[in-house]
């Protein structure tokens, strides 16, 4: 048993023994390894988000945060520290952390902190490529439980 499931199982028994007051959501949209997912969880996901009219959250998202990126980014004191729980695929990330990334001047740091590696490396090389000068401190754990993480970094702003 890998310690993603270990770790799965441990959470659903303390959940269904109301040990915990937490939910599964971190299980819900990562994946430990994308190429070993036999349930598809991201392609499931992105055939969701993508081909139901009815779903268009993710489709707002993307406008909202493209539109306003620099507006919302003035905000963003230089020296920060960007944390990002749950940054989800590259696709995501393209299309909503990069325009807001880009837009932030003197940036101290980009934190992703995810689940699923495959999304944290995918989020370094992109930013590696279109963004080199931008440190990046990736997180491999559930934010959910140790949210305090942001105590760690100076200016933390969080996306």
Do not use: H, W
Not at 15 to 22: D, H, K, T
Not at 87 to 102: E, Q
Not at 111 to 126: A, G, H, R
Request: net charge negative; charged share 25%.
């Amino acid at each position: 048993m890998t310690d993603f499931q270990t770790s799965f199982l441990c959470d659903v028994k303390s959940l269904f023994l109301q040990q915990q007051e937490e939910n599964l959501a971190p299980y819900l949209y990562s994946t430990p390894n994308i190429e070993d997912d036999s349930a598809n969880g991201e392609g499931c996901y992105q055939e969701l988000i993508s081909q139901n009219l009815n779903y268009y959250l993710y489709k707002e998202e993307i406008k909202l945060i493209n539109n306003k990126a620099s507006q919302i980014a003035a905000y963003v004191p230089p020296g920060s520290n960007v944390i990002e729980f749950g940054l989800g695929t590259d696709i995501a990330f393209k299309n909503k952390s990069l325009p807001f990334l880009k837009e932030i001047k003197q940036l101290k740091s980009y934190v992703p902190i995810d689940l699923c590696q495959t999304y944290l490396d995918q989020s370094e090389e992109i930013l590696s490529r279109e963004l080199p000068e931008i440190s990046v401190e990736k997180i491999n754990t559930d934010f959910i439980k140790k949210i305090d993480l942001i105590k760690n970094f100076t200016k933390p702003v969080v996306f």
